[in-house]
């Protein structure tokens, strides 16, 4: 039907006295003309009617998925279409076989290039709308998005080179077998990466805003992309490490969402005593222990048993009898017991470790049931500030290295 009208529009002008070449170039520039007016009048009631009726309809809906479509610009991309879709199918109206292929295959092109930049807009739209469900803070899909858009994309450059080279896409897709090792050579880290991915996914082992640390990458923070070849994490100190997919698989890392789980977040800290300060309570000593509330109860059974256990007359080494720093511990362990901020129901030790050239340790080892950063330093920082303060108080001394001060009294 198109090449039959420019036929007739050739013959006539050739019947009014038009010479055929000057009838034929005629005949294609009003052709050209005419297309292009069809063309911009398409573009214009796709854009300017049916685009702003769409986005009236789409904002007066309750679903949000169509919000995240039109915030996505897939509708005008879609509008894009209709022009090119005119220029294409008038291509043959021209009387010039160079120009006709010309046109229409460019005119295909641009359309091939439309539809891969919309599938790349839909799934993206796509992976946003699934973001929105409780369901992607556990299985997100941003990598497999992506190599659903890569897969488009190789198929898009080969139907353009197919159409450049006026060839068949299977025959180029065949002569690509032997390029396939310096493809995978190129794209190395997009096949580790998406391997990785689906690993990551299927056992769980990181999701977005989780809390994980990796020395080797100078990561320590909160993932807030999870991609086909990156993992970016923010750091407490608001930088952005950005660590390949496939590392977190093939090197160790922390992911702290077990503990923001469990409801309690450890304290694990000892404090060192000089050994020269331990020493056999005396009775002046139980007598003044028996004073403190916290291990009031304590001294009194211990006292009591002492009594009960240890023969008249026996000299003191032979005698059970209580060490300042065994009254000390079972302090410690009575006030984290009556601490507000410690969680009862786990772990809970207060314990001596391997005695070293830097006096015998106590280590706490116990969980806050406060897990926010700022309140668990907090939390620790004020157990161990009563705990140093308190150390005087049973005759011990806290080990630690000689200081410019202790030297200078050593002098005089």
Not at 139 to 157: D, E, N, S, T
Not at 269 to 292: A, M
Not at 334 to 339: F, G, I, V
């Amino acid at each position: 039907m198109k090449e039959l009208l420019g036929i007739q529009l050739k013959n006539w002008l050739i019947n009014e006295g038009i010479s055929e070449y000057w009838a034929v170039l005629l005949q294609s520039v009003i052709a050209a003309v005419v297309v292009i007016l069809i063309a911009w009048l398409s573009d214009y009631i796709a854009k300017k009617i049916l685009i702003a009726f769409i986005t009236r309809v789409v904002r007066k809906t309750k679903t949000h998925w169509d919000d995240i479509l039109l915030e996505r610009k897939v509708f005008n991309k879609i509008s894009h279409f209709a022009p090119a879709i005119i220029i294409y199918s008038s291509a043959s109206l021209i009387d010039h076989e160079s120009w006709s292929n010309l046109i229409e295959n460019g005119a295909y092109v641009y359309m091939v290039v439309l539809a891969i930049m919309l599938l790349d807009t839909f799934l993206s739209a796509s992976n946003d709308i699934y973001n929105t469900m409780p369901v992607s803070k556990t299985r997100p899909i941003k990598g497999y998005i992506q190599i659903v858009k890569i897969f488009f994309y190789a198929l898009g450059i080969i139907a353009i080179i197919a159409v450049l080279f006026d060839k068949n896409p299977l025959t180029i897709i065949a002569g690509m077998g032997a390029f396939a090792a310096v493809i995978l050579l190129i794209f190395k880290d997009t096949i580790l990466g998406f391997v990785a991915s689906i690993q990551l996914s299927a056992n769980k082992m990181v999701n977005i805003g989780d809390w994980i640390t990796m020395p080797s990458k100078g990561a320590d923070g909160t993932v807030i992309d999870i991609s086909l070849n990156t993992v970016k994490v923010q750091n407490w100190d608001k930088t952005i490490s950005t660590i390949p997919t496939y590392a977190l698989v093939s090197e160790s890392f922390n992911n702290w969402k077990g503990m923001e789980e469990s409801g309690g977040r450890r304290i694990k800290r000892h404090l060192n005593i000089d050994v020269k300060s331990i020493h056999f309570l005396s009775e002046e000593d139980i007598n003044k222990f028996e004073q403190i509330n916290l291990i009031q109860d304590y001294m009194k059974e211990k006292k009591e048993e002492i009594q009960a256990s240890n023969p008249e007359g026996e000299i003191p080494v032979n005698q059970r009898r209580l060490t300042n720093v065994g009254t000390f511990r079972k302090y410690i362990e009575s006030y984290l017991q009556n601490h507000p901020k410690i969680h009862k129901n786990m772990t809970f030790l207060v314990r001596q470790l391997q005695p070293s050239e830097k006096g015998l340790p106590i280590e706490i080892y116990v969980f806050s049931n406060d897990q926010a950063w700022a309140n668990y330093e907090a939390i620790q920082a004020d157990i161990f500030d009563h705990i140093f303060a308190i150390v005087p108080e049973f005759n011990l001394k806290v080990f630690q290295n000689p200081t410019g001060d202790d030297f200078q009294k050593l002098m005089n």
